[in-house]
């Protein structure tokens, strides 16, 4: 780099080819992270189109050039990506992510994230997730996922409005739709849910 920025052979580098230097050389190092970092997408399953995505969203919010991002820009950058998560699960996640505790993450730390919420891991995870304590206020996708244990079909119960739903949900529990899941029957979290829909359809298999 330095042999072609000397323009005119003299041995020397003038100013003006100094800035060319500095110009080439942040091109090269722009060029290495941009390679970097579009590998690691790839390694954590992210196609090309959504690699570029996510930069240009994490881009548009690093309004500093930082390269990092504080925790209500992540959580701005999650409401344009359409990614909803409940603040204690963001709050989690960010702190086990923000292994420097600089109090911001960079795009490689900012990948991780967004991969572990599409992917459903760790506190993510569906078993992870904490319920409501009624029936009533359960997602919709996490009801289909109950009667499918119940061998419903799932092309059916998609099919279904809530109201019919929570219905066929609460007589294959044998639970109310307001009854609390947590200190009546010690259910807390979707796993524990899931694990007593098993224990109805098949009273035999956990005993």
């Not at 309004?63 to 963001?90: I, K, Y």
């Not at 911001?104 to 304590?133: N, W, Y």
């Not at 359960?138 to 279904?160: C, G, N, P, Q, W």
């Not at 009854?179 to 005993?207: C, F, M």
Request: charged share 25%.
């Amino acid at each position: 780099l330095i042999h072609l920025a000397d323009a005119d052979g003299c041995g020397h580098i003038g100013f003006e080819e100094f800035e060319v230097l500095s110009q080439r050389i942040w091109e090269k190092l722009h060029s290495l992270r941009h390679e970097e970092q579009s590998d690691h997408a790839m390694s954590l399953g992210f196609s090309e189109e959504q690699f570029k995505q996510l930069r240009t969203v994490f881009d548009n919010l690093d309004l500093d050039g930082s390269d990092q991002l504080d925790a209500s820009e992540v959580r701005n950058a999650l409401d344009r990506l359409h990614n909803t998560v409940s603040n204690e699960q963001f709050v989690q996640a960010f702190e086990k992510l923000d292994s420097d505790n600089s109090g911001a993450l960079g795009f490689i730390e900012f990948l991780e994230f967004v991969r572990m919420i599409q992917q459903g891991e760790g506190i993510f995870s569906d078993h992870a997730q904490k319920l409501p304590s009624q029936l009533k206020n359960v997602e919709m996708r996490v009801l289909r996922r109950v009667l499918d244990i119940f061998h419903f079909s799932k092309t059916y119960a998609s099919s279904l409005p809530k109201e019919t739903l929570m219905e066929h949900v609460c007589n294959c529990l044998e639970i109310g739709a307001t009854a609390n899941l947590h200190e009546q029957h010690g259910v807390w979290s979707v796993g524990d849910l899931y694990e007593l829909a098993r224990r109805r359809h098949d009273p035999g298999a956990a005993a």
